[in-house]
């Protein structure tokens, strides 16, 4: 009777461990370009040094570039807008799973 709860705890780790091992990277920052045609956005991250000053935090200098082709985006990104993209790394490449124009659903709350 003792071993059930661990052949229990055995087989969701095992059945788990996949779902759990996709978690997506995050990054946040203002759009440098978007290309739907092209598949890519770029970006310059910003810091999580949030205030009331800095709402989506600072720039840091990194530029990154994001491939869109197999993303979910959301309100399209205009240059200057500030997105959020969660994204998985294959092999060198960024490639993102779903893109939000933070700037823009900011507005549309109001």
């Not at 440098?32 to 970006?43: D, H, P, R, V």
Request: hydrophobic share 40%.
């Amino acid at each position: 009777m003792k071993m059930k709860p661990v052949a229990i705890a055995l087989v969701l780790a095992v059945l788990l461990a996949p779902v759990l091992g996709r978690a997506a990277e995050v990054a946040q920052g203002q759009c440098l370009n978007y290309s739907k045609e092209a598949g890519t956005l770029k970006i310059e991250e910003y810091d999580t040094n949030i205030s009331k000053d800095t709402p989506y935090g600072n720039p840091t200098g990194i530029i990154s570039q994001f491939d869109l082709t197999r993303a979910k985006v959301g309100i399209t990104p205009e240059t200057g807008d500030v997105v959020r993209v969660a994204y998985e790394i294959k092999e060198d490449q960024k490639v993102a799973l779903k893109v939000m124009n933070v700037s823009k659903q900011d507005l549309r709350k109001k």
